[in-house]
């Protein structure tokens, strides 16, 4: 089955740090530019970022540039989401996707003291 | 930021009537390329988010053909013909032409 599976989405406090994980199946995940979305409660949706297939390039959306880093490992077609210094702003879903035709079912990042 | 405006923000509609949801852009879509990155997503409530119509009026695949999307520059339609039940959720349009990639804030469609 073609599917995205994220995983890692926890209760963090504000200033601290937490890694996602996006794992693909049933296709070639190295031949696919990978994105990071993210949706706030009730909100629309919000471009963080994106990774070229073999990980050597990534954009990212000003509002998170320097404190989130995605990378991959083809090796174990999972995508990562590191992220920093996070703040009440960044509690959301965060979805995985592939040039939006694949998308996974999310996970929920809460941030809170 | 490319700044993607719908319209309306609410739609209500009876089975089978065909409705059109207008997203207009702050910036022409048209790439250096000569493709229009601007792309139309459903999300049913409690669901991720899918791709139905992807560079302006290409159908994805296994999406019904009564969603049909149009336009070019910075203004563009989706368009319902004849809603059906499972069409319900909120659309939204996304452009990747010009980075950050960004979406418009959503047509939520709900029944009359």
């Known amino acids: 089955e073609v599917q995205l599976v994220e995983s890692g989405g926890s209760l963090v406090q504000p200033g601290g740090s937490l890694k996602l994980s996006c794992v693909a199946s049933g296709f070639t995940f190295s031949n696919y530019w990978m994105d990071w979305v993210r949706q706030t409660p009730g909100k629309s949706l919000e471009w963080i970022g994106e990774?070229?297939?073999?990980?050597?390039?990534?954009n990212y959306a000003p509002s998170i540039k320097d404190r989130f880093t995605i990378s991959r490992d083809n090796a174990k077609s999972t995508l990562y989401l590191q992220m920093s210094n996070v703040k009440s702003d960044d509690t959301a879903i965060y979805y995985c996707?592939?040039?939006?035709?694949?998308w996974g079912q999310g996970v929920m990042v809460t941030v809170s003291s | 930021d490319v700044v993607l405006t719908q319209t309306p923000p609410t739609l209500s509609a009876t089975i089978g009537q065909s409705v059109s949801i207008s997203c207009r852009s702050s910036q022409s879509l048209l790439h250096s390329n000569g493709n229009t990155y601007l792309h139309w997503l459903l999300q049913r409530p409690g669901q991720s988010p899918q791709l139905l119509i992807y560079?302006?009026?290409r159908l994805e695949s296994g999406v019904p053909n009564r969603f049909s999307g149009s336009g070019s520059g910075t203004d563009f339609t989706l368009k319902i013909s004849g809603v059906e039940a499972e069409d319900l959720g909120v659309y939204y349009c996304v452009q990747g032409t010009h980075a950050p990639r960004t979406f418009g804030g959503g047509t939520k469609l709900e029944l009359k």
């Open positions: 560079s302006v009026s």
């Open positions: 996707t592939t040039n939006w035709e694949l």
């Open positions: 990774i070229n297939t073999d990980g050597s390039k990534t």
